[in-house]
């Protein structure tokens, strides 16, 4: 019997690839390209078509300017409500608006905000320990200590 496969050796297959991009699931917000000395935000301007006025007026109010919508083509501009917008130039995407502010106004925001979240704490652990009690403390710290040798007893 005549054997007419080709040796194993002879074969040769196509290696796959790895593809140079991985694939990732779509962003809800696109990011847009960074510009010194700015931060960017998506401020809510809108909640299930219903408009917030007090939101944006306040984040405005805080130094957020809207973007200009020719500052970042890069961003593809889908519009609600058939285009009708209360920022007709800027970029807004399902309610959000995209907003920049200077880095130091920012810097200061964070900062203020931090240290209203440190007060808190502060207080907390104030009152929680205001009911500590010597004979049953709420919060101990543990130590262990690690002795050599044969105990108290020095010769």
Known sequence: MADNRTPRELDTRIKMERPKKRWTPPQLLPEPTPEPGYVFRWIRVATQGQDDPMNISSKLREGWEPVKASEHPEIQL???D????RFPDSVEIGGL???KTPVELAEERNAYYQHQADNQMQSVDNSFMRENDP?????KERRSE???GRGSSQS
């Open 97 to 99: 608006l995209l907003c």
């Open 146 to 148: 690690v002795k050599f």
């Open 135 to 139: 004979r049953m403390p709420l919060f």
């Open 78 to 80: 889908m519009r609600t």
């Open 82 to 85: 058939s285009g009708k917008s």
